[in-house]
């Protein structure tokens, strides 16, 4: 009933002469609001006071008539989708006792079904199927691990999984795909980053002049578990003010920044050990001079300040920089 009235207001809205009256950027406006912000509005508060009781078969039931919603709105990837995805998010993330997530299977199985292509919806329908099916959990996040090799979600609840159902074998098997995977990182659904998502091939290096004004550089050529130089070459000379490393890596790694070096008309100006750069992170936390370790799912970036007073001049900067993943378990061949 509450749904039907929803959405009779939506429609009531979007048709009235108000709404087709005013200008195109206003009514823009009210299309986002009424689509988007309205439903997700409602649907999020009628889940906290569920949550409140940790009554997850009522969150159940809101989340399935969210997504009965979406899905009647148009076919797709709708506008409705993200926040669909961020209520179901939202609820899940406050998932903690057995049989808590077992009570979402009936949505989650639906959300399957009509977007078989979501990363998410694949992961929480493995977690809540994993006591009770596990082989139809690990196929799950076989296919998710087909639409995006790189996100550490899904090793990190076929590792789980595995563990609690005594499948060595898969420990071993999921545990060396997370070491080596690196193409085809997540995808916000609320914006674009400058790598258009996040994997482990992409790094960016940010150039800023004294005045402010910055120009990036981008390199496509990260490998995980080796040191090696990364080159950013400029198309003109350049005085460095200070410097900012992005970074679209996911969750889970560690950076370490050896050294990094100025080069000028193909000559080599200054050398720069770790002792003598300042460093800071975006969303990370440095584990001992010049590493940083990530721990968030939006790209990270690392600016970096030398210590010289003297502003240099370059068109070449190359960096130092070993990437790793670090474990996710303490079980053997992990």
Not at 30 to 39: A, D, E, M, S
Not at 163 to 180: D, I, P, R, T
């Amino acid at each position: 009933m509450a749904k039907k009235a929803l959405i009779f207001v939506i429609i009531l809205i979007m048709s009235s002469p108000i709404f087709l009256a005013v200008n195109s950027s206003v009514r823009r406006s009210l299309y986002f609001l009424v689509t988007k912000v309205v439903p997700k509005s409602f649907f999020i508060t009628n889940v906290k006071r569920n949550l409140i009781h940790r009554d997850f078969d009522a969150v159940n039931v809101w989340l399935s008539r969210y997504l009965a919603m979406t899905k009647s709105f148009s076919k797709g990837n709708n506008t409705l989708l993200p926040g669909l995805i961020d209520v179901a998010e939202f609820a899940i993330k406050r998932v903690r006792f057995n049989g808590e997530m077992e009570s979402l299977l009936p949505f989650l199985s639906e959300m399957v079904k009509n977007w078989p292509e979501l990363v998410e919806s694949r992961v929480w329908l493995a977690r809540s199927l994993g006591s009770l099916r596990p082989k139809e959990a690990l196929k799950n996040l076989k296919i998710a691990e087909e639409i995006s090799s790189v996100d550490e979600r899904i090793y990190r609840e076929a590792i789980n999984i595995s563990l609690k159902n005594g499948l060595g074998h898969e420990v071993e098997k999921w545990c060396a795909k997370y070491k080596s995977s690196q193409l085809g990182g997540p995808h916000n659904f609320h914006y674009d980053t400058i790598f258009e998502g996040t994997g482990l091939r992409d790094l960016a290096l940010e150039i800023i002049n004294e005045q402010g004004v910055s120009k990036v550089f981008p390199n496509s050529g990260l490998q995980l578990n080796e040191t090696r130089d990364y080159s950013f070459s400029t198309d003109r000379l350049v005085l460095v003010n200070n410097l900012k490393l992005h970074l679209g890596i996911v969750p889970g790694v560690k950076v370490s920044l050896k050294e990094m070096r100025f080069f000028q008309a193909g000559k080599l100006k200054k050398v720069f050990a770790i002792k003598d750069l300042l460093l800071s992170s975006s969303h990370g936390f440095l584990s001992s001079p010049g590493t940083i370790l990530s721990v968030d799912r939006n790209p990270e970036t690392v600016r970096i300040f030398t210590k010289e007073k003297e502003k240099i001049g370059v068109d070449k900067v190359i960096m130092k920089i070993r990437f790793e993943k670090l474990p996710m378990t303490n079980a053997a061949g992990c």
